[in-house]
């Protein structure tokens, strides 16, 4: 038997902790593996192509970022696209030589690794009969249908060494610090990221804010004796008239590139408030670098449930993480409805506890 990897979208630490499982399961199985490269891009006859992974490629991978395969979050098989994350159908001579590919190269099953959008594109193939099975991938921890994806503690735990760091130099100087951070529909890495270092406020897509009542907050901050104010920003938090900050421009096919709500916020702070302000954004420090031993865990472990589900045949279906146990669930679950969070969940309560400021109060 042999068995396709392919993994799409933005890279998020663990992916080649993935890999690595699934290699390592195949191989027990006496399966073969191939990995495309560059996601969906190497099934195309003239795209960057594939490679043959075994445990000798895979050795050593678990602690490394990125992905041994490359991935891409652009170029021939659209699903998700725009701000608006309408649903396109991948065009059906896409399908076509996606398809003649795998079965030139003898391939019985694809385990496609992605987010939302990646896997809406897995879910056509597969409904177009190309037997699919899906890992949910996202630093943003933003899929509904599984507790948690692998990327997203290592991108907090970035988050929270940036406050530390910040917040040393902040106080030095008694500054406002705004700190920007990745979270395209869902504040999870800033809420969490936040919570961690200590942040006073916290601004998410899912809590509109008010500018004045940032502001308010911060001169309250500084009127109880503190010697600097740190806030969190998610890339995907809302302008005041709803808007999202990011360019869409010359962005054909491709969801918009959100970032400049962390430079808006900070000068707007630095204004009504007089007390100097600097903006920070994390950006890609956030996906870069070495998993998480979390992260590889989880990353191991998805792997290795991906072969256990072509095994058994349960094309369509993605792996999931709930109450510590690795399962599955139809591919539709994850692409349909986004993990978003709830204001009134029992998280924000307890940042609100700590004095966190969602700037809606
Ligand atoms: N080969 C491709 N051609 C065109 N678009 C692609 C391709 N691969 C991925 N994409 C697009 O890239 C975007 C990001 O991928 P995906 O949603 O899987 O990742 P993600 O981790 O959720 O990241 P993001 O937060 O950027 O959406 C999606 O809009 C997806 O449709
Ligand atoms: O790599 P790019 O194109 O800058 O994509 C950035 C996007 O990817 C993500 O990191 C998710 O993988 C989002 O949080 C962010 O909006
Ligand atoms: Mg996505």
Redesign the pocket.
């Known amino acids: 038997m042999r068995i396709g990897i392919l993994n799409s ?4 630490p663990g992916l080649n902790a993935v890999i690595h499982g699934v290699v390592g399961a195949a191989t027990e199985l006496g399966w073969e593996v191939i990995g495309f490269r560059n996601g969906f891009e190497g099934l195309l006859p003239n795209g960057p192509g594939h490679m043959k992974l075994d445990t000798e490629k895979t050795l050593g991978i678990l602690s490394l970022g990125g992905t041994i395969l490359g991935t891409t ?1 652009k170029g021939n098989f659209a699903a998700k696209v725009g701000a608006d994350s309408t649903i396109a159908k991948v065009p059906k001579d896409i399908i076509e030589q996606a398809r003649v590919t795998i079965k030139y190269l003898g391939i019985e099953a694809l385990i496609v690794v992605g ?1 939302d959008g990646s896997l809406t594109t897995g879910l056509q193939l597969c409904e177009e009969g190309i037997p699919v099975v899906g890992v949910p991938k ?3 921890n933003d899929l509904q249908a599984t507790a948690m994806t692998f990327g997203f503690d290592s991108a907090v735990g970035m988050v929270v060494e940036g406050l530390d760091r910040l917040r040393t130099t902040a106080e030095s100087h008694q500054r406002v610090m705004v700190v920007e951070v ?3 529909h869902a504040g999870w ?1 800033a809420l969490h990221g936040g919570i961690g270092g200590g942040a006073d406020v916290v601004l998410i897509p899912e809590i509109p804010f008010e500018i004045e009542k940032v502001a308010g907050h911060v001169n309250h901050v500084f009127a109880s004796g503190h010697r600097s104010v740190l806030i969190v920003v998610a ?2 938090a809302h302008l005041e008239d709803g808007k999202l900050m990011g360019k869409e421009e010359g962005r054909a096919n491709q ?1 918009m ?2 970032g400049g709500i962390g430079v808006h916020v900070a000068r707007q702070v630095e204004e009504m408030t007089g007390h100097e302000t600097r903006d920070v954004r994390l ?2 420090l ?2 870069g670098g070495s998993p998480t031993a979390l992260d590889r865990i989880l990353g191991t472990r998805f792997g290795v449930k991906a072969v256990s589900l072509i095994k058994d045949k349960q094309f369509g279906r993605m792996v999931n993480y709930q109450s510590y146990h690795v399962g599955d669930v139809p591919i539709e679950d994850a692409v349909n409805k986004l993990r978003l969070v709830q204001p009134d969940s029992e998280v924000v309560m307890a940042a609100r506890a700590v004095g966190i400021s969602f700037g809606d109060r």
């Open positions: 979208g933005g890279d998020c979050n987010g996202t630093i943003d990745m979270g395209r890495i890339e995907g969801q590139l959100l950006g890609h956030q996906r």
